[in-house]
C-alpha cells in the first residue's frame, strides 16, 4: 500500500502535540497503513460542550471562535465575502497538494481524476472549498468541522455536483475520529490551529 502523509501548513509543525510530532511531512517513508486521525482542531462549533462530552480526549473548541465562525457560516461560498482570502489562496494551495500528494502516492499529476482510490479527510472543512476540489481530483473525501452550520452550508453545495455529493461531512472533531480509530491516506489540515491550553494536556 502507499505510504500514507498529514498535511499541513508547515508554520503550524512545531506547534504540534506530541501524539501528532511523529507524522511524516511530505514524506515518501513505506508505511503499513494509512495514518490515523489525530491531535485537536480549533475550528470550533456550538456544539463545543457536547463534543467535550462525547469524548474523553481533551477538547481545544473554543466558544469564542464558534461563535465568529458560526456567525459567517452563510458566506462560505461567497468569494468577496469574508473568505476571500481563502478562495484566492485555494487555487496555489490545491496545486500545491496535488502535487505534493502525487508524488508521494506515486500518481499522475496530469490525470484529472489522480486521487482515485485515495481517502482524504479534511480537518476544520468549513464550508467545503477544499473538500470539494479534491473530490473532484477522485478522492474519497470526509470533511468535518466542529461547526454544525458550517456542515449544513457545505453538504448543500456539495449537492448541488454528482461529483461533490458523495462527501461525508461530519460535524465533529478530530479526537472523536482518533477514539473511533478511523484511518486515512491524507490528513489535511489547513487552517488549523493549536492554542497553548490544548499542548499543555498532550
Not at 92 to 98: K, N, V, W
Not at 144 to 152: L, S, V, W
Amino acid at each position: 500500500m502507499a505510504s500514507s502523509m498529514f498535511l499541513a501548513q508547515r508554520r503550524w509543525f512545531l506547534s504540534l502535540p506530541r501524539n501528532l510530532s511523529n507524522a511524516r511531512f511530505f514524506s515518501a517513508l513505506p508505511s503499513e497503513h494509512p495514518v490515523s486521525v489525530s491531535g485537536p482542531q480549533n475550528n470550533v462549533g456550538p456544539e463545543s460542550n457536547k463534543f467535550e462530552k462525547a469524548s474523553s480526549a481533551p477538547s481545544s473548541l473554543k466558544e469564542p471562535e464558534l461563535a465568529k465562525f458560526s456567525a459567517i457560516a452563510d458566506t462560505w461560498w461567497d468569494s468577496e465575502g469574508p473568505f476571500k482570502p481563502l478562495h484566492k489562496m485555494n487555487p496555489t494551495r490545491l496545486a500545491f497538494l496535488r502535487s505534493t500528494l502525487c508524488r508521494h502516492f506515486r500518481k499522475d499529476p496530469l490525470s484529472a481524476r489522480p486521487f482515485e482510490g485515495l481517502r482524504f479527510i479534511d480537518v476544520g472543512c468549513g464550508g467545503g472549498i477544499l473538500s470539494e476540489p479534491l473530490a473532484r481530483m477522485g478522492a474519497t473525501v470526509t470533511g468535518i468541522d466542529a461547526i454544525e452550520k458550517n456542515i449544513k452550508i457545505a453538504r448543500l453545495h456539495a449537492n448541488l455536483d454528482p461529483t461533490t455529493s458523495t462527501i461525508e461531512y461530519c460535524c465533529t472533531t478530530a479526537e472523536k475520529l482518533v477514539e473511533e480509530q478511523r484511518k486515512f491516506d491524507a490528513v489535511i489540515a489547513l487552517e488549523m490551529l493549536l492554542n497553548s491550553a490544548s499542548l499543555s494536556q498532550h
